[in-house]
């Protein structure tokens, strides 16, 4: 069963929204953070969002004031509200989940820190 399993992706014209969803099979309450990667062709998979467990949450500074990144631990789902796209923000877009206790809290990569990962849902937007 795979842990992740995003949807919500799509084309969209420069200026629209998206919003991306991310069904959990694991209980979302037990992760200490949750977080939403995106990797565009070429270049590196980077942090766009994240969540803790305080719901605490963090944006890499390109989405400040335009993305929103929410849990909800009854469902089991996080989501990325997407909102005045931008064709920068055309990429692949990965949930992940942090649920490994050593990882997350002696782990350096941010990447690593995450232990379980989505397919990935694709995001194409045309100026």
């Known amino acids: 069963q795979v842990p992740l399993v995003e949807s919500g992706g799509g084309s969209v014209q420069s200026g629209g929204s998206l919003t991306l969803s991310c069904k959990a099979s694991v209980p979302t309450y037990t992760a200490y953070s949750m977080a939403w990667f995106r990797q565009a062709p070429g270049k590196e998979r980077e942090a766009v969002a994240t969540?803790?467990?305080?719901?605490?949450?963090t944006y890499t500074d390109s989405v400040k004031g335009r993305f929103t990144i929410s849990q909800d631990n009854v469902k089991n789902t996080l989501v990325l509200e997407m909102n005045s796209l931008k064709s920068e923000d055309t990429a692949m877009y990965y949930c992940?989940?942090?649920?490994?206790?050593?990882?997350?809290?002696?782990?350096?990569?941010?990447?690593?820190?995450?232990?379980?990962w989505g397919q990935g849902t694709q995001v194409t937007v045309s100026s």
């Open positions: 992940a989940a942090a649920t490994d206790k050593t990882r997350w809290f002696y782990d350096t990569d941010p990447i690593r820190r995450y232990n379980y």
């Open positions: 969540i803790d467990s305080l719901r605490t949450t």
